[in-house]
């Protein structure tokens, strides 16, 4: 069945999208997926929490996981940074580079589950956000120089198109970052949306113009990424799975433990993705 198709160029959150969502419309529903941002219980996870003692992070809960029917999955939607690439932008240090020392402690202690600075300089005078676009793509350019792609990538690649899975990219990095990053990689990604597509994550407008070219509905997609506020966030609101990459634990801190956002899988590498997959999902071509 076919979804709406999002303009490429929109440059609005898109509401049209509110019909064709699995949280406002029950018709699109994963079953058992009725709130907003549900706990999965019929999932199983290749992660058993005791073999992640970091993890304090719910684990997704199994009622029935032998019996529960397993999701069909068609596409997989990648976050970049951090999660299809190793890490190498300091985040921190380029926010406190945009805001300034005292207001980025302002700002992280209004959000603890992460800062959008997208969004904040959106609203800021036409000089200043010129001057605060040049940082961030300062930081982006030093993040492309030492650019490497994350253990597991290819391996999972390999996997995906052995089941005829589709794979996409979203990232808030440039276009010009998707294009090294595909180049140095040599696997591609498609469709893969970067901050030129107008609405960035957390929206889930750029996931839903994937599940929409790709044809498929969104809780056939899962959308994996290391960012909660970010990745989590943008795949819940789709009412895709989602998958979150904590390498270093660091959201087993006391900060996220009141957030609504929980992901349905957690992972510790990137490795891990593959089997998780193959245990969880109907991977039928
Ligand atoms: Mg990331």
Redesign the pocket.
């Known amino acids: 069945m076919g979804i709406m198709r999002l303009s490429s160029t929109s440059t609005s959150w898109p509401w049209g999208w509110l019909k064709f969502n699995p949280i406002f419309n029950p018709k699109f529903r994963a079953p058992g997926r009725n709130r907003i941002f549900p706990t999965i219980h019929n999932h199983t996870t290749i992660s058993p929490k005791s073999h992640l003692p970091h993890h304090s992070f719910p684990m997704p809960i199994s009622s029935s996981p032998i019996s529960a029917p397993r999701r069909r999955l068609r596409g997989v939607v990648f976050?970049?940074?951090?999660?299809l690439t190793v890490?190498v932008i300091d985040f921190a240090a380029m926010y406190r580079s945009v805001l300034g020392d005292e207001e980025y402690a302002r700002i992280k202690a209004l959000n603890p589950s992460g800062i959008d600075i997208l969004h904040i300089i959106q609203s800021w005078a036409p000089e200043k956000q010129r001057r605060a676009y040049e940082v961030i793509a300062d930081f982006e350019r030093q993040g492309m120089d030492r650019l490497q792609i994350m253990p597991g990538a290819a391996e999972l690649c390999t996997f995906l198109d052995s089941k005829n899975i589709r794979r996409g990219l979203i990232?808030r990095n440039i276009k010009e970052a998707v294009d090294i990053f595909h180049e140095r990689f040599g696997w591609t990604f498609h469709p893969a949306l970067s901050r030129e597509f107008g609405s960035y994550k957390p929206n889930p407008a750029p996931l839903l113009h994937i599940c929409s070219s790709w044809d498929v509905l969104p809780n056939e997609v899962i959308m994996i990424?290391?960012?909660l506020r970010?990745?989590i966030g943008c795949g819940k609101g789709a009412g895709a799975f989602t998958c979150l990459l904590d390498e270093t634990g660091r959201y087993n801190s006391e900060h996220f433990v009141n957030l609504d956002l929980e992901p349905d899988f957690k992972v510790s590498t990137l490795g891990e993705v593959l089997h998780l997959l193959d245990a969880n999902f109907d991977l039928t071509p």
């Not at 976050?79 to 999660?83: A, E, K, L, N, Q």
């Open positions: 976050d970049m940074d951090g999660t890490p990232t990424g290391d960012s970010d990745d």
